[in-house]
């Protein structure tokens, strides 16, 4: 009766073991597609801050002058470690804005016009994030 205790004792350790194995394994799975998220995240937030320097930049360069432009397709940030590139474009936009042309007080009409233009900044990082963000602007002042 003894040596049947035993065997059975054996059975139970062997299947406890397997269990604990699968259950390791599975911990390691979880680990390894947690790991491959925060990768995906981290180069989805880089390309976003990417896209947020060019428009800071394009704003930066429309307060010294309000014309439309773009860059092309720059690195950033000066790593060696990520791969990030931004692209803007600054633009016109035509029609109905919240001042109409020669918009005065009362006095000099036709003395002042707003111009309204829209930047459009792009980031790309690794594992193919990419980011698009726009910015509307108005500039108001002497009618040319």
């Known amino acids: 009766m003894r040596l049947h205790a035993r065997g059975v004792a054996l059975g139970i350790v062997l299947v406890l073991l397997a269990g604990l194995g699968a259950l390791a394994l599975a911990g390691a799975a979880a680990a390894a597609t947690a790991l491959a998220l925060a990768g995906h995240q981290q180069a989805a937030l880089l390309a976003f801050e990417a896209a947020e320097a ?3 930049a394009s704003l930066a360069e429309a307060a010294r ?3 439309p432009r773009a860059t092309g397709p720059l690195p950033w940030p000066d790593e060696d ?3 990030v ?3 803007t474009r600054t633009e ?5 804005g919240a001042l109409a042309e020669g918009y005065t007080i009362g006095e000099n009409a036709g003395g002042f016009a707003s111009r309204h233009f829209v930047v459009i900044a792009e980031g790309s990082a690794d594992r193919g994030a990419r980011v698009r963000l726009e910015q509307g602007f108005y500039v108001v002042g002497p009618a040319r």
Not at 92 to 96: D, E, L, P, S
Request: net charge negative; charged share 20%; glycine share 12%.
């Open 65 to 67: 002058e309000p014309a």
């Open 92 to 96: 016109a936009v035509t029609g109905a």
């Open 54 to 56: 060019g428009i800071a």
């Open 85 to 87: 590139t931004l692209e």
């Open 81 to 83: 470690d990520a791969f």
